[in-house]
């Protein structure tokens, strides 16, 4: 019966009616619906630590902390802050992600130049994130162009190795198809190496934004006036172990909204292709 239900109908024209496209709302709201579960079971959990400790000035639960985020939103006292952080993780992100898949590529297309640069790509991507910052400030002072290129300089390796590597598990067949029915360097980049890196550069995407903003705490933290980390080296100074917590939640929710309504979309653009 399965069979037969699935076979094309015929219209009253003798045309044939192809059987109608699965319905995908559903099973996107049932995600959805999971997704907000999963982040209720979290706060939970935070909730009933925090309630067995006992000690609210030391392990604030979310009754401590989420009231203070939600206050510092709507008076719109965190948003400056939170803006500075956000336009410092943009800027360092724009040029790691350039600098990076640039380096990536042309050490996964050329086995000479990476045999040459690979011991250097070690290096700099065991440098600790701490020793850049501070050289950074020791050379260029203590501004903007130094906390963003420190940022950036943290970022840069980490793309490289994850593009390097996905030039590498690229089907050489595609290319080589490709030269024989006379595409152009353009168009082969375009419609052959590029789709194959898109699930690789989201990849490096996800992995710089969750590194990027870390390491813009500890730059803010260090040597800025403004922004997430500086406000968090107030509240430590304070012993504000709350007020840590909100500032750093203000910017997991600006993170996770950059994961669900960007990162999340092109992810799925990128391998549609696989479906195909």
Not at 25 to 51: D, P
Not at 125 to 138: D, E
Not at 229 to 257: E, K, P, T, Y
Request: hydrophobic share 55%.
């Amino acid at each position: 019966m399965l069979t037969m239900a699935r076979k094309p109908q015929s219209g009253a024209g003798g045309g044939i009616i192809a059987p109608a496209a699965p319905v995908s709302g559903g099973r996107e709201w049932r995600a959805v619906g999971r997704t907000g579960l999963s982040i209720l079971a979290a706060l939970l959990v935070w909730a009933g630590i925090a309630a067995a400790l006992g000690d609210p000035s030391h392990a604030p639960g979310p009754q401590q902390v989420l009231p203070q985020l939600a206050e510092g939103i709507v008076s719109g006292r965190m948003l400056p802050d939170l803006g500075a952080t956000l336009l410092r993780v943009g800027a360092s992100f724009g040029l790691a992600m350039l600098a990076g898949t640039v380096l990536g590529i042309v050490l996964g297309l050329s086995r000479r130049v990476n045999d040459w640069f690979d011991p250097w790509l070690t290096i700099w991507n065991n440098i600790p994130a701490l020793v850049l910052i501070v050289l950074c400030y020791l050379w260029i002072g203590l501004n903007e162009t130094a906390a963003i290129t420190a940022v950036a300089l943290n970022k840069v390796p980490l793309v490289a190795v994850i593009l390097r590597e996905g030039v590498r598990a690229r089907d050489p067949a595609l290319s080589e198809m490709a030269r024989v029915f006379g595409m152009g360097f353009v168009a082969r980049h375009r419609h052959i190496l590029i789709p194959q890196l898109m699930p690789h550069l989201i990849a490096a995407a996800r992995a710089g934004l969750a590194l990027i903003w870390k390491v813009v705490l500890v730059v803010e933290f260090l040597g800025r006036s403004n922004g997430i980390g500086f406000r968090i080296h107030l509240n430590f100074q304070m012993f504000d172990i709350a007020g840590v917590l909100s500032w750093a939640a203000a910017f997991v929710c600006v993170m996770l909204a950059v994961e669900w309504l960007i990162l999340a979309p092109l992810s799925v653009r990128a391998n549609r292709w696989r479906r195909e």
